[in-house]
């Protein structure tokens, strides 16, 4: 496993220099890269930086929108799930497991939307499922800074854990669950999610307390998975 995984456009980086400036190694710099604040934080967080040629650059890495930056940084630092039940600092945290998502674009998305609201985590099973990559990092625009991540072997056997911690197993249904609108969601809580195509493993679904479904007044088609979960986020934050 490389040691190292690569931050890429001005959000990313300058939300990383702010919330843990030590995990970067280095940043490049394109010959033309002009952000006075971003160089400004770099130089107080003494944190080693280079300019390079367009050819070298794309080198370091190839993406769409790197902005004329990108930052060396250590590997991603997931939560250890005991930790996320047990912890006093994550007693009012709502946990979001997410089933079968594998779309980077999504995990970044929803990453951005918990961090944004507060007091979430996320967990993602260690199979069938996407990490949290450079990609995942670039879409969640620092968010990755702020929310706690974890990875479980079994979904199953962790919402089981959950339970016995004392929280509640919400998930998602296309149809025929309680309308999020009128659902009296109990806390602690833990929410599942699963993708578009797929849903929600039969396994998985067995452990849920509750079945919610987004209401849809227009056209009946059916919500990305990140839009769903900002939908339930939010409203999960509106009523704490």
């Known amino acids: ?118 007091k979430f985590a996320v967990v993602l099973p260690r199979h069938s499922s996407c990490e949290v990559n450079d990609t995942v990092m670039h879409v969640a625009s620092g968010g990755e800074n702020f929310t706690p991540v974890s990875v479980v072997n079994n979904t199953s056997t962790a919402l089981i854990k959950a339970k016995k911690s004392g929280r509640w197993i919400v998930g998602t249904a296309a149809k025929g669950g309680e309308s999020i609108e009128e659902a009296d969601l109990p806390f602690p809580l833990c929410v599942v999610l699963g993708s578009e195509g797929k849903g929600i493993r039969p396994g998985v679904r067995k452990q849920l307390d509750m079945n919610l479904t987004l209401p849809m007044k227009g056209a009946k088609l059916s919500f990305n998975v990140a839009i769903s979960c900002a939908m339930i986020c939010y409203e999960i934050s509106r009523r704490k």
Do not use: W
Not at 18 to 31: C, D, H, R
Not at 75 to 97: G, V
């Open 1 to 118: 496993m490389k040691s190292s995984m690569y931050l890429y456009g001005k959000n990313s980086v300058s939300e990383r220099i702010n919330a843990n400036p030590k995990s970067i190694k280095q940043i490049f710099l394109t010959a033309n890269f002009a952000s006075p604040h971003i160089i400004e934080l770099m130089g107080a967080s003494n944190i080693p930086s280079k300019r390079v040629t367009e050819k070298e650059f794309q080198k370091i890495k190839r993406a769409d929108r790197a902005q004329g930056i990108i930052a060396e940084v250590t590997r991603f630092n997931y939560t250890p799930y005991d930790e996320l039940l047990n912890n006093e600092k994550y007693t009012d945290f709502t946990i979001i497991f997410l089933d079968n998502i594998s779309d980077p674009h999504n995990l970044g998305s929803i990453i951005r939307t918990t961090a944004c609201l507060g």
